[in-house]
T-cell receptor, first 113, second 114 residues
């Protein structure tokens, strides 16, 4: 049972435009959400997170939005840059799930010049 | 400071063999988690160790095991390898238990079972 889903395996965006990556979850106990970015041959690196008590968190070009009623979160990257081309994973954790993170399958973002 | 170090980077094993992967966390980090990444499945949680004790375990068969040493270094072992065990195995370290402390991932060990 996939509790965290990223339904778009890939996304292609023009440089300078907005990239929107989406993530849906099913477990209402999730209270903390994170986005990771992964380049080939490297481990995932933390990008941004959001607690369920918020609906938006911003860090430079990256903004994460959380819609708890829809069990949906999204990552906005504005403006998109070629270095943003990578695989993006959303992850979630629940207080009763101890410390483990539940990851989505990932979305491969390609920024075209 | 040095990041999370995983060894070896690449490994080829034959079905039925066993394998041991190693993870050295960031100095001072006491929590180590292991994840398996396969195409289409994302990252799946294997287990987490803190202070030499397994604190949490994912839904993997008993062929997957791990341990943590007093210096926080961790190893995971897979016995009786199957073709489906081919994956990227990632280790993540954290200062302590709790997602708020953040996880730093290593570059992973790419295991190929033939």
């Amino acid at each position: 049972d996939q509790q965290v889903k990223q339904n778009s395996p890939s996304l292609s965006v023009q440089e300078g435009r907005i990239s929107i990556l989406n993530c849906d979850y099913t477990n209402s106990m999730f209270d903390y959400f994170l986005w990771y970015k992964k380049y080939p041959a490297e481990g995932p690196t933390f990008l941004i997170s959001i607690s369920s008590i918020k609906d938006k968190n911003e860090d430079g070009r990256f903004t994460v939005f959380l819609n708890k009623s829809a069990k949906h979160l999204s990552l906005h990257i504005v403006p998109s840059q070629p270095g943003d081309s990578a695989v993006y994973f959303c992850a979630a954790s629940a207080p009763q799930g101890a410390q483990k993170l539940v990851f989505g399958q990932g979305t491969r973002l390609t920024i075209n010049p | 400071k040095a990041g999370v170090t995983q060894t070896p980077r690449y490994l080829i094993k034959t079905r039925g063999q066993q394998v041991t992967l190693s993870c050295s966390p960031i100095s001072g980090h006491r929590s180590v988690s292991w994840y398996q990444q396969t195409p289409g499945q994302g990252l799946q949680f294997l287990f987490e160790y803190f202070s030499e004790t397994q604190r949490n375990k994912g839904n993997f068969p008993g062929r997957f095991s791990g341990r943590q040493f007093s210096n926080s270094r961790s190893e995971m072992n897979v016995s009786t390898l199957e073709l489906g065990d081919s994956a990227l195995y990632l280790c993540a370290s954290s200062l302590a238990l709790g997602v708020g402390y953040g996880y730093t991932f290593g570059s992973g060990t790419r295991l190929t079972v033939v």
